[in-house]
């Protein structure tokens, strides 16, 4: 599976927006870029995922470079709830990728008051 | 929904013991997965199961046993507990193609 690579901690102050890089610059075609955040004490909830475009939820954005080798999330208003440990993960579409995921260490993100 | 439930929520275990980690889901999905977590560290996928009846050995499989009897239960069993096994141990659920749903996880002390 290709790796992806995080900065292991980032700060922001509460309602300013955070950017999480992560790069993926051996992807493939068929891996689709997930995020997952894990808030303290708690399992890992997801995030928001995309393959090509630029994808946005309720949670958060997802920007994707053109070549696919880097995507950035996107949190428009920090709040101290955001506070939380943020994967981002590649899942090769097809096959029982979906069924096991491959975390890194990820983005320990840390919300200022 | 429940969604994914995980018992018990705390456990110790004295070196040599033997016990099984529960987790079910109520939401009908395929593939259930087992992680645990060390402190400080990403979560590592332990053993996986693509429905009932398969499974199969994910990155750490040594000293756990799974089965899948049914599409809701996945328990995970501690064959001689050791105290590298201390850890957090999180269950999760999915359909193919869809994003995974993580239970609260298990908090496990080996002495």
């Known amino acids: 599976d290709a790796k992806t690579t995080q900065p292991n901690s980032m700060e922001s102050n509460e309602e300013e927006p955070v950017h999480l890089p992560c790069n993926h610059s051996t992807i493939s075609g068929t891996d689709y870029i997930h995020w997952y955040r894990q808030l303290p004490s708690q399992g890992p909830e997801y995030v928001i995922h995309?393959?090509?475009s630029n994808v946005n939820n309720r949670m958060a954005s997802l920007a994707i470079a053109e070549d696919r080798k880097s995507s950035t999330l996107i949190l428009h208003r920090a709040t101290l709830r955001d506070a939380a440990v943020y994967y981002c993960?590649?899942?090769?579409?097809?096959?029982?990728?979906?069924?096991?995921?491959?975390f890194g260490q990820g983005t320990i993100l840390t919300v200022h008051p | 929904n429940a969604g994914v439930t995980q018992t018990p929520k705390f456990q110790v275990l004295k070196t040599g013991q033997s016990m099984t980690l529960q987790c079910a889901q109520d939401?009908?999905?395929?593939?259930m997965s087992w992680y645990r977590q060390d402190p400080g560290m990403g979560l590592r996928l332990i053993h996986y199961s693509v429905g009932a009846g398969i499974t199969d050995q994910g990155e750490v499989p040594n000293g756990y046993n799974v089965s899948r009897s049914t599409t809701e239960d996945f328990p995970l069993r501690l064959l001689s507990a050791a105290p590298s096994q201390t850890s957090v141990y999180f269950c999760?659920?999915?359909?193919?193609?869809?994003?995974?749903?993580f239970g609260p996880g298990t908090r496990l002390l080996v002495l």
């Open positions: 993960i590649l899942i090769r579409a097809g096959g029982t990728s979906y069924g096991k995921l491959t």
């Open positions: 939401m009908n999905h395929e593939y």
């Open positions: 999760a659920s999915s359909d193919p193609g869809e994003t995974q749903y």
């Open positions: 995309g393959l090509t």
